[in-house]
C-alpha cells in the first residue's frame, strides 16, 4: 500500500507534502517521512508517530525547501520502525550512514527480486540500513547514477520485478523529481502556480493544491521540473524511451479532511451518514434500465447469460448477498469469488460472463488483478460498482454504476457497503428487466422500496442506545458467533468482520444451519452469538437453531423485525428492528452489526478509524 507525493516548486514544499500525506493516511499509517533538498544536501524527517507529528518533526529540524518527497507507510519488507521509514537514501558504495544521501526515494509496491538485487549492490560495496524492499531501489538507482536522474530511472526499473510506484530525486540536480508507475497507482499534478509540479498517489494527497491531473499509465516514466514535465515509456521494439502524451484532466478531488462534527470517530459519523449517502447514490434514478451502468450496457445485458462477482473483504459480503438477488429476481446463474483466490486458480471461462467487480477504493490490487485475469481468460464484458468515479477500477471497466458514499475515512467499510448493496439491487433489476423478469408494477413497488430506504436506515439508527447497552457486554468477551440464514447471512460475515477489525475480538459467523456440523462445540455461556432474525421465509428454521444455542446455554444476542414473534428472556437478548424490509432488508440489518462493532471497540479504547495492522486502500497483493 503506501502513499507517495512529491514536488517541484519555488516555495517551500514541506506542508503541502506533509498535508498530502494526511489525505493518504488511508493507504497506511505505520510510519512516515518527508526528504528535501536544501543548501544543497538530502535532509529528511521520519517518524513512527502519526502524520499530524511528522509537520512538527520537520520544523524543529528546519527543513524547508522547494523540492521533495514523502512517504506514509503500510509495512510489508521490515517492521514499522524509523529505519524502516522512507523516504530512503543511497549515497554510494561503502557509506555505512544514511545521515547523508546522493539519491532519495520512495516506493509504494513490493519488488520481488529484492533478494537478488541487494546481493549484488552488496557485491558492489552497497551498505543496507533497513529491512525493506525498497532500499535496493534507491541504492541501484545511485549505481546507475552519471550525471542524469532520468536516465538513471529509466535503466533501473526494467532491473525491477513487482509492482511498484516511486518517486526520487538526487543531491546533484536540486530541481528535478522523477516517478513511475508500474502496478501501482501514481497521478501528476500539473501546478498551477510558479510552475510548480507534483506527483502523487491518489489526486485526492493535491486537493486544494492543483485541479489539473494526469492518470500516468502502467509504464509511464514522469520527469518533474519547474515550468515542465516530461512522460516517457519504454518502446519495447526499440528498446529506448519514448515520449508520450497523456490528458489532463480537471479533477475535483475531495479533501477527504470532512470535519467529525458532533460524532467522535469518522466510523460513526459514516454509520450515520447511510441515509444519505444511499439517497445520493439512488438521486439520479427515475427508472429501471441497463444505461444505467453506461453506454452499450443494454446490448452487454443481452449477450451474457451468468454474472461472476470478483472483490475482497467486505465488498467480497456485498457481492455475496447480490448472488441471492440476482439468482431469485434475475434468475441469473451467479458466481462469487474472492478475488485474490480467483487470480491463482484454474476456472473454465465462459465468455457470455458479466464480470462484476465491487470495490470501495476502486485500487485494491487483488480485484484489477482478478478483473484482468478473467478478461485475459476471454470474458470481455466488465461492469464495476465502485465508490470512486476516477479510480483505475472504473477506467479498466466496460461499464460501471458509481456509488455516491462520499469519502470513507475510517478503514471499516460502513456506507461504502450500503451503497454497493444499492447498486448491486439497481444491477439485479437491470438484469431482471433486459432478460423479462421485471413487470412494470414490480420495477415500481422495488423502486418505492429504494426510495424509502433512507428514512428506513433512519430508523434503525434510532436503535444506537440499545446497542451501546449490549456493547458494555461484548468489550468483556474475546470471542463471539454470527448466525443468519439465506440473504442475510453475508450480513452475519459482515458483522463478524467488523466486529473483528475494530475491536480484535474474535468473531467468525456461519449460516445458522452449520453450527451443529462443528461450531455448537464452542457453544458455552461465555460465547455471545449475535443472530440475524428477519421475518422472513426461514425464521422458523432459523429459531430451531437458536434452540440448540440456547440448550448449550450459550447467550443469544438477537436482531429481529418488529412483528417476529421472539421475546427477551434469560440468555436470550432480543433487538427488535423497525420494520421487515423484504428483499432490501439486509441493507437495514447490516446496521446494527455496524453500531455493535463500533460502540464495543469505543469500550474496550481501541483505535477505531485506524485499527491495527490495516490500511484503507489495499494496493499491494
Ligand atoms: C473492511 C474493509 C475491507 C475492504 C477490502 C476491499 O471493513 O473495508 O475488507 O472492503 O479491503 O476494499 P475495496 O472495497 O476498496 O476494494
Redesign the pocket.
Known amino acids: 500500500m503506501c502513499g507517495i507525493v512529491g514536488a517541484v516548486s519555488q516555495r517551500n514544499i514541506v506542508p503541502i507534502l506533509v498535508e498530502g500525506l494526511k489525505r493518504l493516511e488511508y493507504r497506511g499509517y505505520d510510519s512516515c517521512g518527508v526528504a528535501v533538498h536544501q543548501d544543497g544536501a538530502l535532509r529528511r524527517a521520519r517518524s513512527t508517530s502519526r502524520v499530524a507529528e511528522l509537520q512538527q518533526q520537520a520544523d524543529q529540524d528546519g527543513i524547508a525547501a522547494g523540492t521533495g518527497i514523502a512517504h506514509t507507510r503500510w509495512a510489508t519488507h521490515g517492521a514499522p520502525a524509523v529505519h524502516n521509514a522512507h523516504p530512503h537514501f543511497s549515497t554510494g558504495p561503502g557509506a555505512d550512514t544514511q545521515a547523508v544521501g546522493r539519491i532519495a526515494l520512495v516506493h509504494n509496491g513490493i519488488i520481488e527480486n529484492h533478494d537478488e538485487l541487494r546481493a549484488e549492490l552488496k557485491a558492489r560495496g552497497y551498505v543496507f540500513h533497513s529491512q525493506t524492499d525498497t532500499e535496493v531501489i534507491a541504492h541501484l538507482v545511485d549505481h546507475l547514477y552519471s550525471g542524469d536522474l532520468l536516465d538513471a530511472v529509466q535503466q533501473a526499473l526494467p532491473r525491477l520485478k513487482g509492482a511498484y510506484a516511486v518517486a526520487v530525486f538526487c543531491r546533484d540536480e536540486p530541481h528535478r523529481v522523477v516517478a513511475a508507475r508500474e502496478g501501482s497507482p501514481l497521478v501528476l499534478g500539473v501546478g498551477q502556480t510558479d510552475g510548480e509540479n507534483f506527483v502523487a498517489s491518489d489526486a485526492m494527497a493535491l486537493a486544494g493544491v492543483t485541479d489539473q491531473i494526469v492518470y500516468l499509465e502502467e509504464g509511464d516514466v514522469v520527469d518533474l521540473q519547474p515550468g515542465r514535465y516530461w512522460i516517457s515509456r519504454l518502446d519495447t521494439a526499440t528498446g529506448r524511451y519514448a515520449a508520450v502524451t497523456r490528458e489532463v484532466k480537471t479533477v475535483h478531488a475531495h479533501s477527504g479532511a470532512a470535519e467529525l462534527g458532533p460524532y467522535r470517530h469518522y466510523m460513526q459519523k459514516e454509520i450515520f451518514e447511510q441515509p444519505t449517502a444511499i439517497a445520493n447514490t439512488l438521486e439520479a434514478i427515475t427508472g429501471i434500465s441497463p444505461e444505467l451502468f453506461g453506454d452499450g450496457a443494454y446490448r452487454v445485458f443481452k449477450e451474457i447469460d451468468k454474472v461472476l462477482i470478483l472483490?475482497?473483504?467486505?465488498?467480497?459480503y456485498s457481492g455475496s448477498t447480490a448472488k441471492y438477488w440476482l439468482e431469485s429476481i434475475a434468475k441469473i446463474p451467479t458466481s462469487v469469488e474472492i478475488a485474490s483466490e480467483y487470480r491463482y486458480r484454474d476456472s473454465v471461462p465462459d465468455p457470455k460472463t458479466l464480470v462484476v467487480t465491487?470495490?470501495?477504493?476502486?485500487?485494491?490490487a487483488d480485484?484489477i488483478a482478478a478483473l484482468k485475469h478473467a478478461r485475459s481468460l476471454g470474458m470481455p464484458h466488465t461492469l464495476t460498482i465502485c465508490?470512486v468515479a476516477t479510480s483505475a477500477m472504473v477506467r479498466e471497466c466496460e461499464l460501471a454504476y458509481i456509488t455516491r458514499a462520499g469519502v470513507e475515512i475510517g478503514?471499516?467499510?460502513t456506507k461504502?457497503?450500503t451503497t454497493q448493496l444499492v447498486g448491486l439491487f439497481l444491477l439485479t433489476l437491470a438484469l431482471a428487466q433486459t432478460r423479462g423478469h421485471l413487470t412494470e408494477a414490480q420495477e415500481a413497488e422495488h423502486l418505492k422500496d429504494l426510495r424509502h430506504l433512507p428514512v428506513a436506515v433512519q430508523a434503525v439508527l434510532a436503535l444506537e442506545p440499545q446497542v451501546i447497552a449490549w456493547s458494555e457486554e461484548f468489550a468483556r468477551k474475546e470471542n463471539a458467533l454470527f448466525l443468519a440464514r439465506g440473504l442475510h447471512y453475508p450480513i452475519a460475515m459482515e458483522g463478524a468482520?467488523?466486529l473483528k477489525?475494530i475491536t480484535y475480538i474474535h468473531a467468525e459467523a456461519y449460516a445458522a444451519g452449520e453450527l451443529k456440523h462443528g461450531p455448537l462445540a464452542l457453544v458455552t455461556a461465555e460465547m455471545p452469538v449475535v443472530t440475524v432474525a428477519p421475518n422472513d421465509t426461514l425464521l422458523e428454521k432459523l429459531k430451531s437453531n437458536m434452540q440448540e444455542v440456547r440448550a448449550r446455554g450459550g447467550q443469544l444476542y438477537v436482531f429481529a423485525d418488529g412483528d417476529t414473534a421472539i421475546e427477551s428472556e434469560a440468555g436470550l437478548h432480543v433487538i427488535r428492528m423497525p420494520e421487515h424490509y423484504g428483499a432490501l432488508s439486509p441493507i437495514l440489518h447490516v446496521v446494527p452489526l455496524q453500531l455493535l462493532a463500533y460502540h464495543t471497540a469505543c469500550a474496550r479504547g481501541t483505535d477505531v478509524d485506524k485499527p491495527r495492522n490495516l490500511a484503507?486502500?489495499?494496493t499491494v497483493e
Do not use: H, R
Not at 472483490?311 to 467480497?316: L, N, P, V
Not at 465491487?358 to 485494491?364: R, V
Open positions: 472483490a475482497c473483504g467486505t465488498s467480497y465491487i470495490s470501495q477504493s476502486g485500487e485494491t480485484t465508490n478503514v471499516a467499510s461504502a457497503f468482520l467488523k477489525e484503507k486502500s489495499v
